[in-house]
């Protein structure tokens, strides 16, 4: 997407061939900043501190991770420590897994004098069809938002709630959940989006509103707790989100509050979507609430928070009672028979097995 007129991917190797450059999404909302990764630690350090984030960009930043490592050794057994090292950087986006075995499996076929190539091969290519997934995923659920947009009097938006970042911010381009207001709105149909802060690292107020907000789609950011009002009250028309892991059942693991969203939704006949590459599918699991590891962060997260001062400096500063114990789950799942429908790059499918299966048959028998 574009930022002061100039195109821009998440992440992209370096011209002179030193590393991988990544757009650093701890400086956001008010600072915009690219940092440099040379070599392994520094990219698995850029997962672990969040500089990028979002299932399927840890996917991309991980492939691009293991060509960094294998430019520095490329034997088998540096292979195999990179793959472990990266792996273990954050527990729930599956996307982080998917990108690895795909690395592991192909290069170690590969001698090792030709594996750091390929692998910033590999890395490359895994986000041009990280792209090309997301654009199909936008083109899928404009059909839904269109739907909508024909019931409304001409001018009026339809109005989408999403949670977290599920942008371009989160993905190596165009987004998952994002993709289909970006396209509606490049299409003449008026949006309007709801952007929940998403306490406690307020990606939807830092990440969500900075893009949208630069693609020039009219948004409102509201706290975490407003959704279930603003359905309450028809304000809105559907709810898009993403997902860091989904099951072969349809559950979705995504942001933590995302599963309140659902039942709000849900109370209020509202329609709730979750925007998916496959990628982020795990085809192993069958039960998001038991088998799905959620990430537990950590507590200075609730208990501080950084901002802009009036004389603009970046400032953290506590916000819980000193002494207060915090806790930091950073994901809930949402059971399947909450969602409406995943929008994926095959489709808008139900979220059951069946639907899921019959879209991605090959990647249910790479997973058995
Ligand atoms: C297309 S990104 C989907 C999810 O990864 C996104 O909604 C999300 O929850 C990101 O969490 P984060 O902790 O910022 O990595």
């Not at 998917?98 to 590999?122: N, T, V």
């Not at 009026?156 to 989160?170: M, R």
Request: with cysteine.
């Amino acid at each position: 997407m574009k930022v002061n007129g100039e195109k821009y991917r998440t992440i992209w190797p370096a011209e002179d061939g030193s590393g991988v450059v990544i757009i650093d999404q701890t400086k956001f909302p008010h600072t915009f900043e690219t940092t440099s990764l040379l070599d392994l630690e520094d990219a698995a350090h850029a997962i672990r501190v969040m500089q990028v984030r979002g299932a399927p960009l840890i996917g991309a930043t991980a492939a691009f991770g293991v060509a960094l490592g294998m430019k520095a050794d490329p034997s088998d057994e540096s292979l195999h420590a990179a793959c472990d090292t990266l792996l273990a950087t954050r527990p729930t986006a599956v996307n982080l897994k998917w990108a690895l075995d795909i690395a592991r499996k192909r290069l170690i076929q590969i001698a090792p004098e030709r594996r750091a190539h390929a692998a910033f091969e590999l890395a490359s290519q895994i986000c041009d069809d990280d792209i090309a997934t997301n654009m199909a995923i936008g083109m899928h659920g404009m059909e839904l938002i269109t739907e909508i947009a024909k019931k409304k009097r001409p001018g009026e938006p339809v109005n989408v709630l999403t949670h977290c970042n599920a942008g371009w911010l989160a993905t190596v381009d165009w987004g998952t959940a994002t993709a289909p207001i970006y396209m509606s709105h490049d299409s003449g149909i008026p949006v309007h989006v709801w952007v929940d802060e998403t306490r406690p690292r307020n990606q939807g107020a830092f990440l969500t509103a900075w893009e949208l907000g630069h693609h020039g789609v009219p948004h409102t950011v509201v706290v975490d707790n407003a959704g279930g009002h603003l359905m309450q009250h028809g304000k809105v028309d559907l709810v898009i989100t993403g997902t860091d892991r989904t099951t072969a059942d349809g559950d979705v693991c995504n942001k933590i509050g995302t599963y309140l969203k659902a039942l709000a939704a849900r109370d209020n006949g509202v329609p709730f979507y979750v925007a998916l590459p496959s990628s982020t599918i795990d085809f192993s699991l069958s039960d998001g609430l038991s088998q799905i590891p959620i990430e537990e962060r950590s507590g200075t997260e609730v208990s501080h928070i950084t901002g802009l001062t009036e004389d603009g400096r970046t400032e953290t500063v506590e916000i819980v009672a000193p002494g207060s114990d915090t806790a930091n789950p950073a994901f809930d799942v949402t059971p399947a028979r909450l969602v409406t429908g995943l929008i994926t790059e095959r489709g808008v499918l139900e979220a059951n097995r069946k639907a899921i299966v019959k879209a991605f048959p090959e990647r249910m028998k790479m997973s058995a």
